[in-house]
C-alpha cells in the first residue's frame, strides 16, 4: 500500500478529536436554531398541548446541549455519539414532515450519524477525559 504522505499517519490519533469538535459543533449549532425558532418549533410539535410542546422543546433542546458539551471536551464521548446517533436517526426519521425540528438537510445527518458511529467505534482520541472501551 503506498501513502502519498506517510509521515502524516503519526498524527492519526487526532482525527477522532477532529470529528468529535464537528460533530459537537453541529450540535451546537442545531441547539441554537431550536432556540431561536423555539416558538415554531413547539407549535409544530404540539399535539396535546402547546405547553406541553413548549417543555419537549426545551428538553430537546438541552439534550443537543448536553451531547455537543461531551463530544466538545471528551467526557463519556462514546455515550454521547450514542445519544448523537439516536437523536440523528429519529429526526432524520421525521425530517419530511417537521421543517422547523430538523433544520439540517438529509445528507447532513447521515454524514452526522456517520461520525458519531465512527466516535462509538474508535473511541475519543486526543485530548479527551475518558478512555476509548
Given at each position: ?48 398541548s ?6 419537549a422543546?426545551g428538553?430537546?433542546?438541552l ?15 462514546q ?8 437523536i ?7 425530517r ?10 438529509h ?15 474508535t ?7 475518558d478512555?476509548?472501551?
Open positions: 500500500m503506498l501513502s502519498l504522505f506517510p509521515h502524516l499517519l503519526v498524527y492519526g490519533f487526532f482525527a477522532p478529536t477532529l470529528l468529535r469538535m464537528v460533530a459537537a459543533c453541529t450540535f451546537f449549532y442545531m441547539a441554537w436554531l431550536h432556540f431561536t425558532k423555539r416558538a415554531e418549533t413547539a407549535k409544530e410539535i404540539s399535539i396535546v402547546y405547553e406541553t410542546a413548549v417543555w422543546t428538553i430537546f433542546l439534550l443537543e446541549v448536553a451531547v455537543g458539551v461531551g463530544l466538545f471536551i471528551g467526557l463519556y464521548t455515550m454521547a455519539a450514542l445519544v448523537g446517533l439516536i440523528c436517526f429519529k429526526i432524520f426519521w421525521v419530511k414532515n417537521l421543517r422547523y425540528l430538523s433544520p439540517l438537510s445528507m447532513s445527518y447521515i454524514l452526522l450519524a456517520a461520525i458519531c458511529l465512527s466516535l462509538m467505534a473511541g475519543p482520541g486526543a485530548a479527551a477525559f478512555l476509548p472501551l
